[in-house]
């Protein structure tokens, strides 16, 4: 049986008040046009809902039983309005962002930072899985933003935009193969050192990799360590000369506790962008974390 919904909600909002002028005036409608709904209703159910009095009407026992499951009904659908009203206002929601650890701490904490401030109930859930696996969790719905180093993606169902550049820099520790300190030397003289890269694949051993060939320099890594918090640590008792991120090395660089490995060649900078699924859905919360951000790289412009 297949009922026009406005129906229910008509003849929940008579039995509700048990009056049809009550009813016809909180619906806005006509006294007539409630009348004919309600009759309408009825010949459609294929019996009576309302017994006619002078005072109003009241429910008959069928109507009494519809009544109560449309209640109910009508509930869920007051519930669903108020969450929706609560998601739009940014009173809840959630806001799924894909980032590395490192982009998270050198770009995107200031911006969790405000808007929990302005937001303190919105759930945020962090994913730091690879970027490939990212863009495909982008595409299937699980996450809303994905902030990440991407330098030749070209996918018409992204959105895609530049906000930062990451600078690579070889460092060593202060204690460590101090000869290299105050010198700019040929990018290929770090073959002569225990070298710590970033592991295979990732973008920034691609790029670097990609660097070195256009200067037909091969650069071997002794270890390959996927966290950069833990490069840093080998870096530190003296385990070989780390490739790292300047921006996330720089409070152990000022704290002169490392010192950056001049080269000749300089190293190339890594542009990072916040991509977004282009013509889909995005919640309320995600949705303005993307304008808080992207305000603040345009004014920085």
Known sequence: MNINFELYRIFYEVATVGNITKASQRLMISQPAVTKQIKTLENQLGGELFIRTKRGVILTDNGKEIYNHIKQGMHCFEAAELQFSNLKKLETGIVRIGISTTLCRIFLLKYLEEFHKLYPNITIQIFTDPSKVMRNMLK?????????????IEDDDLEIQQVGMLH????????????????????????NYPLLLPKTPSTTRKVIGEFCKQYDIKLTSKLEIASA?????????????????????????KEEEFFVVKTEP?????PFSL??????YHSFGANRLTEMI????????
């Open 266 to 270: 300089e190293l190339p900078s890594i």
């Open 140 to 152: 299937d719905g699980t996450i809303d933003i994905l902030i990440a180093k991407e330098t030749d």
């Open 168 to 191: 690579q820099c070889f460092i060593s520790s202060s204690e460590h193969f101090t000869e290299l300190k105050g010198n700019t030397i040929p990018l290929q003289d770090l073959e």
């Open 275 to 280: 991509i977004t699924l282009k013509d889909s």
């Open 229 to 253: 918090n833990l490069l840093e640590d080998f870096v530190r008792i003296g385990l070989g000369v780390g490739l790292v991120t300047k921006e996330f090395a720089m409070r152990d660089l």
């Open 294 to 301: 992207m305000k603040d790289v345009k004014n920085q412009e």
